[in-house]
């Protein structure tokens, strides 16, 4: 009872036992917005491929597989996955404006499956918006304003329209005025005003030279024949039709995403009636005319392939059970197709998760996390010593007190209780500083690094390192409740060898002490 | 005084039998008390007389179980404090903590309040001390009332919210009386009470201290190097150099003062 009487009269007449509350809260909140933003990005990280790319990937790279309609029929009806979607990756040259050339990662994708297993619809960046963006503190993006103030040439009159012919992938030949595959190229890929990674700057440029008037690239590839030998380059001029901006920077740096036929034509993936032996002009005698006829050319009829499919399973579901779900109807489409023509490629299918397909980056980062965390952890112990030696000062200081206490009937464990409850609440009152101040730093973190930048050209988020464009600036319940736990305990063990001092002061010379 | 009578024919409540207590000071040891022997009856006001160095508030520690006598060695035995024939030194760490909350009080000499809280509360953190969390809240108002009550009999009932630094020595020295007796003790030990004091404060502590002899029921053992003091006493004993030397059973108001 006393002890709380006199923890609080300590707590709000001395200044000592704030400095200690104050480094328990620096302390607490260095760890808390380390592990916030690390953790962050780790998370991040495992939850950014189902952005572009769904739960699981199942695939044979390069030559690719056959059958995968019947693949995705068998997905779609498990009870735990929603939806598939087939692609075509490959690598390929982006010919550019001016002469340039930018190296990507090309996905062929069937736009509305893709966007059923993926975030893709989000992904793309041109589109009408009501507010300006983060970083258009002047209002400039021109998605704030009508389509009409850019675009004054016949095609697109709108954002929404802009917006659909990147949903669709699909634009409208000028000529022929037919419907034609489009490309959606990374937002950083055009290289067009955005000169510093992360820095997605309103422009009206890119809009101006690609999206009213049909603006094209030159999308070259290189094909292999079924041995993975490199066949001779295809290239396709196609129409840009918007760009993405998913927030992962290899996708928004390295990658454009095109209709599926387009890159099955391309690599020849299409399926259809192939020749084997030509026929050409060898003149054989029809056994039944008994007549001179050109011997026909052989020919075999071959299904159109794929090399992934995109998995998506139901929400909330764990990732092995998603991942369980799809080998079962992987392994029963293998067995009902592997004795097809060219059903021995399903022999080389693979399950991959995103966090499988990045697993040693995955391993580094948790790593590095748990390294950092080690290390300021580490520093943080400067608080307990901190503590420790503040309490030791007031022990000193209130030796007197001790010695009251003691004659009036206090035992040596009340009055070490005394001192490590006053640790106890100096810790309460640090930890929820430390969290109320790491909250408003996370939450905040993106706006205060933007000011750092600009105010005093400090960049420490590098996308193109740390490969997303935002700096994570959620706070985890769970972490923020250990960490306020370690500030107390810190708090404690701090006061420990001050309160057990106290506890085992001789009275007789506490009363004396001057 | 009245209560002479009454003591005579009682058990002595407090017994402190050739008490021996030596200090290190570095490598030297310093005897202090060197086999002291004091008796106080039930209801007695017994003053210690002796000069600085004497011992005299040694043995005011030793009797209110702050400190212990020595230990017994080398044939000589440490002696023995009493309380009600009960020797404090068999006492556990637990009941003799009790003791010092319940059964003796002590008033210092440098006032000894606790300068962070306020008059009411210097004088509450006893019976916090004793009851604990849950004893306290049963019986808060009971407690209040008691220590609003020994307030007001010594003079401070309109500072009960002033903190310490914003009284009077005397007035601080009567805050330590009201918080020694909250708990009603049957011993009250003041150390020097009126030595920080001008003659007036010091009356008037006395005189409080006198009040709460409670009809007689409570025993004061008083320490003072001051005769006038002493004389306020029922019996005055006077210590030199570690042993009594003289006891007298003369006491009260004027009396003493031959001592």
């Known amino acids: 009872m006393y002890q709380g009487l006199l923890t609080r009269k300590y707590l ?13 809260a620096l302390c607490t909140a260095m760890v808390l917005v380390t ?43 498990h009870p735990d996955l929603v939806a598939a979607a087939p692609a075509v990756e490959w690598f390929g040259q982006i010919g550019l404006p001016y002469g340039r050339v930018a190296q990507a990662a090309v996905w062929g994708v069937d736009p509305e499956r893709y966007a059923r297993v993926t975030h893709y619809s989000d992904a793309l960046h041109w589109r009408p918006i009501d507010t300006p963006t983060r970083r258009d503190t002047e209002g400039a993006d021109p998605r704030l304003g009508p389509a009409s103030e850019y675009f004054t040439g016949p095609g697109v009159r709108s954002w929404d329209s802009v917006l659909q012919r990147g949903l669709s992938l699909t634009a409208i030949d000028e000529r022929t005025n037919e419907p034609v595959p489009g490309i959606a190229l990374g937002i950083r890929l055009s290289g067009q005003s955005r000169p510093r990674p992360g820095w997605y700057e309103p422009t009206s440029r890119f809009a101006e030279d690609f999206l009213p008037f049909g603006g094209r690239v030159t999308l070259v590839v290189l094909p292999s024949d079924s041995q993975g030998r490199m066949i001779e380059p295809r290239a396709r001029i196609v129409q840009v039709v918007n760009e993405i901006q998913s927030g992962i920077a290899q996708v928004d740096g390295q990658t454009a995403i095109t209709r599926i036929d387009l890159m099955q034509d391309l690599l020849g993936m299409r399926g259809g009636e192939r020749v084997i032996e030509p026929g050409g002009f060898r003149v054989e005698v029809d056994p039944v005319t008994g007549e001179e006829r050109f011997v026909a050319p052989v020919t075999v009829s071959e299904p159109s392939r794929v090399t992934t ?26 067995h009902a197709n592997s004795s097809r023509p060219q059903g021995g490629l399903l022999r080389y299918l693979t399950l991959a998760t995103w966090e499988e397909i990045n697993a040693q980056f995955v391993a580094a980062v948790k790593k590095e996390i748990g390294l950092v965390l080690f290390l300021f952890s580490f520093i943080s112990l400067t608080a307990v010593f901190l503590v420790w030696a503040i309490f030791w000062s007031m022990v000193n200081e209130k030796t007197k007190d001790i010695g009251i206490l003691r004659a009036i009937g206090a035992s040596r464990r009340g009055v070490a209780w005394l001192w490590l409850r006053y640790a106890v609440s100096i810790g309460v009152v640090g930890s929820a500083l430390g969290l109320a101040i790491s909250y408003l730093i996370v939450r905040n973190i993106n706006e ?9 050209g400090l960049s420490i988020w590098d996308p193109s390192i740390y490969l997303f464009a935002k700096i994570p600036d959620e706070v985890d319940p769970l972490h923020a409740a250990v960490v306020g736990l370690g500030g107390v305990l810190a708090a404690i063990f701090g006061a420990m060898v001050p309160a057990i001092r106290a506890a085992r002061m001789d009275p007789v010379r506490a009363l004396r002490f001057e | 005084m009245s209560t002479l009578s009454k003591r005579d024919d009682q058990t002595p409540i407090l017994e402190a039998r050739d008490v021996r207590k030596t200090y290190r000071l570095g490598r030297v040891d310093v005897p202090v008390l060197k086999g002291a022997s004091i008796t106080a009856a039930r209801g007695e006001w017994l003053a210690i007389l002796g000069a600085s160095g004497s ?46 909350a319940a059964d003796v009080g002590f008033v210092f000499q440098f006032y000894h309040l606790l300068p962070e809280l306020t008059v009411m509360e210097n004088v509450l953190i006893g019976a916090m001390v004793l009851h604990g969390r849950l004893g306290y809240r049963k019986r808060r108002d009971e407690i209040r009332a008691r220590a609003e009550g020994l307030l007001k009999q010594v003079g ?31 011993v009250l030990l003041a150390d020097e009470p009126t030595g920080n004091l001008d003659r007036a404060s010091g009356g008037e502590v006395l005189e409080s201290i006198a009040s709460m002899r409670d009809e007689g029921r409570r025993t004061i053992v008083m320490v003072t190097h001051d005769a006038s003091v002493a004389a306020r006493a029922d019996r005055v004993i006077e210590l030199r ?11 009260g108001v004027g009396r003493a003062a031959a001592v």
């Open chain 1, 448 to 456: 205060i690094h933007d000011w750092m930048d600009t105010a005093l």
């Open chain 2, 156 to 186: 401070l009932s309109e500072r009960l919210r002033h903190r310490p630094v914003e009284l009077s020595g005397g007035e601080r020295q009567r805050v330590a009386v009201a918080r020694a007796l909250v708990n009603d003790p049957g």
């Open chain 1, 309 to 334: 499919v995109f998995v998506r399973g139901r929400d909330g579901l764990s990732m092995d059970a998603i991942v369980e779900a799809t080998r079962e109807a992987t392994e029963a489409f293998i």
């Open chain 1, 12 to 24: 709000t007449r001395k200044i000592m036992p704030l400095l200690s509350a104050v480094a328990v």
């Open chain 2, 55 to 100: 011992g005299k508030s040694t043995m005011l520690h030793l009797l209110g179980g702050l400190d212990r006598p020595d230990a017994s060695r080398g044939g000589k035995k440490g002696g023995e404090i009493l309380y009600k024939g009960q020797p404090l030194r068999k006492m556990g760490a637990r009941r003799l903590d009790r003791y010092r």
């Open chain 2, 241 to 251: 150099d570690g042993l009594v030397v003289q006891k007298s059973a003369l006491g």
């Open chain 1, 35 to 77: 592990w916030s933003v690390m953790g962050g990005f780790l998370n991040t990280l495992l939850t950014s491929g189902r952005a572009m790319m769904g739960d699981v990937k199942i695939e044979v790279s390069g030559v690719g597989f056959p059958y995968y309609d019947d693949l995705i029929e068998r997905l779609e009806a």
